[in-house]
Structure formats: structure tokens, C-alpha cells
């Protein structure tokens, strides 16, 4: 199956930095998704992005679907943003499972 | 303001008792996936449906567990018996198998189960 390895596993950083997490995939995906984990456990869909760059207020992401990365970047940190973030990737068309990579713990200090 | 349900939110139970888990996925959505979330696993596969046939259960432990849809808008995990092992967050999760492929996956709030 598909392996997902994120980076880095746990990132602190002071409230108004800036911050890119990297996705890798073993093989290539044509689904892709970015979460927020909350403190709470809930998981929040940030982007569907199998391919491209997409951007939604501070945060932006961008897909290199030929070279099998993705890129979450967060600006002007918030410690609202603190929490977990998984992406998660597939295949399409008759094998929708997501595999998940492990996550990037980001700590947004005041 | 569209999203998925599970019942119960919170569930401790014993050694050895039957645990149900239930999802209402999104009005509409054709698939439903159940995830399990553990600090040893991370979040990992268990089963999914697309129009209420299962395509894939593999990650399932099949001996105690099961997962079924009696209808569109209810899907059932069920543990018996439950081992302190399955301890975990179970997450459902729909969205919509289209001609343009999977589309993007909605999670619901999750399932957190304790055995003891």
C-alpha cells in the first residue's frame, strides 16, 4: 500500500510565524487531503488538493502530484492553530481509502 | 449545514461486552469509511461501503468485529466481545464516489471507546 512520511513530526513556533509542513507519498495519488486534528480530536478538512496550490485565509497548500509531495503552509500562526495536522492521500476509482501519514504536532506559543 | 453524526460520543465499557457504534453519514455521499485512531496506529483503515456494499475490510479485525449499513443513512460498527486492546477513537467518515473520482472525505466526531 501506499506510505505517507510527514514532516517534521512536532514543531513549536511563537505566535505570528510562519510555517510549511511537507507530505511525502510512495507512490502516486490522485486523492489528497489535508486535516486539522483540534485539541478536542475533531478533524477538520482543510484542502482536497490531489494536485495544484489552493489557498483558504493564512493558510495555503500546494501539490507536485509528479514528484509525490504536498505542502501546508501556515502564515501569521494563531494558537488557534495549534493541533495535529495529517495528510492523507489514495487512489482513485474503485479504491477511495485514504492512508494517513502520522501527523505534524504544531504548538503556536502566545 | 451538512455534516456526519456518531453515536454514542463517549463509551466505557468491559472486557468481554458487545460495543455498537453507529454514523450517519451525509445526506447524499455513497461512501462510508470507518477509521480507528490509536497512539501506537495513528489512524488506520477498518472498512468501507460505497452504495451500502462493502468494498474493503482487510484492516478489520474479522473475528470481533463487523461493520454494516442497514440503510443510506446509518452505518454500524459492532465489537464482540470487546478486548481492552480496541480501546481507541473510532471515526466514520463519507463522501461521494462520482464520474470524476472519490472526492473529498467528511469526518464525523468520532467514537471514543475505553475497555477495561
Known amino acids: 500500500g501506499i506510505q505517507v512520511e510527514q514532516s517534521p513530526p512536532d514543531l513549536i513556533l511563537q505566535e505570528g510565524a510562519n510555517s510549511t509542513l511537507r507530505c511525502n507519498f510512495s507512490?502516486?495519488?490522485?486523492?489528497l487531503q489535508w486535516f486539522h486534528q483540534n485539541p478536542w480530536g475533531q478533524l477538520i478538512n482543510l484542502f482536497y488538493?490531489?494536485?495544484g496550490t489552493k489557498q483558504n485565509g493564512r493558510l495555503s497548500a500546494t501539490t507536485v502530484a509528479t514528484e509525490r509531495y504536498s505542502l501546508l503552509y501556515i502564515s501569521s500562526s494563531q494558537t488557534t492553530d495549534s493541533g495535529v495536522y495529517f495528510c492523507?492521500?489514495?487512489?482513485?476509482?474503485?479504491?477511495?481509502?485514504?492512508?494517513f501519514g502520522t501527523g505534524t504536532r504544531l504548538t503556536i506559543i502566545p | 449545514d451538512a455534516r456526519v453524526t456518531q453515536t454514542p460520543r463517549h463509551k466505557v465499557t468491559e472486557m468481554g461486552q458487545e460495543v455498537t457504534m453507529r454514523c450517519q453519514p451525509i445526506?447524499?455521499?455513497?461512501?462510508v469509511f470507518w477509521y480507528r485512531q490509536t497512539m501506537m496506529q495513528g489512524l488506520e483503515l477498518l472498512a468501507y461501503?460505497?452504495?451500502?456494499?462493502?468494498?474493503?475490510d482487510s484492516g478489520m479485525p474479522k473475528d470481533r468485529f463487523s461493520a454494516e449499513m442497514p440503510d443510506a443513512t446509518l452505518a454500524t460498527l459492532k465489537i464482540q466481545p470487546s478486548e481492552p486492546r480496541d480501546s481507541a477513537v473510532y471515526f466514520c467518515?463519507?463522501?461521494?464516489?462520482?464520474?470524476?473520482?472519490?472526492?473529498?472525505?467528511?469526518f464525523g466526531p468520532g467514537t471514543r471507546l475505553t475497555v477495561t
Open positions: 467518515a463519507s463522501g461521494l464516489v462520482s464520474g470524476q473520482g472519490a472526492g473529498e472525505q467528511y
Open positions: 507512490d502516486s495519488v490522485n486523492n
Open positions: 488538493i490531489p494536485s
Open positions: 492523507a492521500g489514495g487512489k482513485n476509482f474503485g479504491n477511495e481509502k485514504l492512508t
Open positions: 445526506l447524499g455521499h455513497n461512501t
Open positions: 461501503f460505497r452504495n451500502r456494499a462493502p468494498l474493503d
